[in-house]
């Protein structure tokens, strides 16, 4: 199923590696572990910024097509009420305060589906209260039958900005 460590080592803060070992060591072989797999007691300490998102098809109100595979957030994190400055839970991600981040996140959650694989990045999330932030999430498949993408598990760990960007800026200096 998921082979070698490069994901893991790719990642930035210790958070998203917990959640990704665990996730790990609940996959079966080729099999991928369900939402019933994942016990909210084995990561505790996340739970205010974890999400389970699940693709649904169906007609689109945005874009008007008839078979649009839009994401909604079945359960979203405490955290994310002050990071959105509203509930997202029951919402579809093309439903948030984002504007055309709602297509960079389409694409992140299509390509978990299709390539049932994790994925994980950093993006300025641009919600109302969070423009001056960075979030470095982490997107990982879960699937009832082991085999089809049902269900999403996020995490975004969320710092401000600068302190990304300074610490970036400072170790690319040269002194002679």
């Known amino acids: 199923m998921i082979k070698g460590n490069a994901l893991r080592h790719q990642m930035v803060f210790m958070q998203q590696r917990d959640i990704y070992d665990y996730w790990r060591s609940q996959c079966r072989g080729a099999k991928l572990p369900s939402r019933a797999d994942i ?3 084995m990561i505790a ?6 999400t389970l998102t699940e ?3 169906g007609p689109c109100p945005t874009t008007g097509k008839p078979d649009a595979t839009r ?3 079945r359960l ?5 009420y002050r990071f959105y400055n509203d509930e997202i839970q029951g919402l579809h991600v093309d439903e948030l305060p ?3 981040r709602a297509d960079y996140w389409h694409r992140v959650l299509s390509r978990v589906v299709a390539e049932r694989r994790p994925y994980h990045g ?4 641009q919600t109302p209260v969070g423009a001056h932030m960075a979030q470095f999430y982490l997107r990982l ?3 009832e039958d082991g085999q089809r993408i049902d269900t999403i598990l996020g995490y975004d760990h969320i710092v401000p900005l600068e302190g990304v960007i300074e610490p970036m800026a400072s170790s690319r200096k040269v002194y002679a």
């Open 141 to 143: 498949p879960l699937s």
């Open 45 to 50: 300490a996340q739970l205010p910024f974890i």
């Open 76 to 80: 979203a994190g405490t955290g994310f």
């Open 71 to 73: 994401f909604l957030f």
């Open 98 to 100: 984002i504007g055309c």
């Open 122 to 125: 950093v993006t300025k999330p």
């Open 55 to 57: 693709p649904v098809t």
């Open 39 to 41: 016990e909210p007691h």
